[in-house]
């Protein structure tokens, strides 16, 4: 029997349409795997752009996509959008910003100068005016982490250890310890303000502290949701980073209401902004005492790992044991034992015994020194100083 010749064809259509099906189904998968890094992409793009349009000046706010650059074996840790938010009076100079950080997002306020293009309603509450009003003003596109200072780039109350130098701190802060804890002190040294530094439960009045008798009068009226501490213990001195999760974790509404706070109160600039100083800590991360181990803060904090903290007590004490033979190696030379003075047996070689042992000191730190930070830029050796 005779078979049609359009029935020869049928088995080559069936197999055509099935594999073009099974392309089809194919590019279909496909699609949705490519689907969500295209998404991402875009979210991350948005981010940027939000954060680039914090303030419409580009004279006084430079824009970066990226952070400072990590040291070069830090490169796989992932950047962060940051923002250096300053308060300064309109006679302080600041362009060692511009000089040493021209990467960085910034935000200064000149809280002398009404016409500033980042000023503030009142020249009140010290740096707390400048701080919050950062916040209220920037609300819905604060950047990942806002690191909030002083306008001195070196002052006592910085690290020791980088140089007491903001721009050495800015660089080797740690965003992702900000990202993962939400807030910390720039400052690691635990005085003043550690610990045990404001006792609000007691009834008798301090003299030689009057933010603490202040700051139980008036708790209520700036927590009213929160039973007074006993005590409230942080280092000083109002400089510190934050990320943008833990100040959204208050509404809008209550940072419009603290500053409201330090506009009518009846405090001076000096006491109201000293009360802010001592309660940022509480505020951003919900703890009345918190003064971290000086060794985890540096470690963790700006990646400067001593291999313990009797290690990192020991650098310390050198340091002090080579002030004090300073000390008295400039008294030796006043009392007119110098080198050039020679009448006197053994004074030229007691000169270098003197020189010969401060050296030797300023070698032994310098070379401690460069093994934490090199140790602080190693993952594996940093988890091990901080006992991970």
Avoid at 95 to 109: F, G, R, V
Avoid at 198 to 223: D, F, M, Q, Y
Avoid at 286 to 312: I, M, N, T, W
């Amino acid at each position: 029997m005779a078979i049609s010749r359009r029935y020869l064809y049928l088995p080559l259509v069936i197999i055509t349409t099935f594999v073009l099906y099974w392309q089809v189904d194919l590019v279909h998968n496909l699609r949705h795997v490519i689907l969500p890094s295209e998404k991402s992409t875009s979210t991350s793009a948005s981010s940027i752009t939000a954060a680039e349009t914090i303030t419409p000046n580009p004279t006084t706010v430079r824009a970066s996509s990226t952070a400072v650059p990590i040291p070069t074996s830090q490169s796989t840790v992932p950047s962060y959008d940051r923002t250096l938010v300053v308060a300064r009076l309109k006679k302080e100079d600041v362009s060692w910003i511009q000089n040493e950080l021209p990467d960085l997002h910034t935000a200064i306020y000149v809280v002398d100068d009404p016409t500033a293009e980042f000023h503030v309603p009142k020249n009140k509450g010290h740096e707390a005016m400048a701080y919050l009003t950062f916040i209220i003003d920037h609300y819905e596109n604060l950047p990942e982490i806002a690191i909030f200072i002083h306008s001195d780039r070196i002052t006592w109350h910085n690290n020791d250890l980088l140089d007491s130098d903001l721009v050495k701190m800015t660089r080797r802060l740690n965003s992702e310890r900000v990202k993962r804890e939400g807030y910390i002190n720039l400052r690691c040294h635990l005085q003043p303000g550690c610990s045990d530094n404001l006792h609000l439960n007691r009834t008798e009045e301090n003299v030689h502290k009057p933010e603490e008798n202040i700051i139980r009068g008036i708790w209520s009226e700036l927590h009213p949701f929160d039973p007074i501490p006993a005590t409230l213990s942080h280092p000083c001195c109002a400089q510190f980073a934050v990320s943008r999760t833990q100040i959204r974790k208050y509404p809008l509404a209550r940072y419009v209401t603290w500053r409201e706070w330090i506009l009518k109160t009846e405090l001076d600039d000096r006491l109201s902004g000293r009360i802010w100083e001592y309660t940022w800590h509480y505020i951003f991360s919900g703890k009345a005492d918190l003064c971290p181990e000086p060794h985890l803060c540096y470690c963790d904090g700006f990646r400067v790992c001593f291999e313990s903290k009797d290690a990192l007590s020991e650098w310390f004490s050198l340091g002090e044991r080579k002030k004090e033979l300073e000390k008295e190696y400039n008294n030796w030379k006043e009392a007119g034992h110098t080198s050039e003075n020679k009448a006197k047996a053994g004074i030229d070689e007691e000169d270098k015994v003197y020189r010969r042992r401060i050296d030797e000191m300023r070698s032994d730190l310098e070379r401690l020194k460069r093994e934490a930070l090199a140790r602080g830029d190693d993952p594996i050796a940093r988890d091990k100083a901080l006992g991970q």
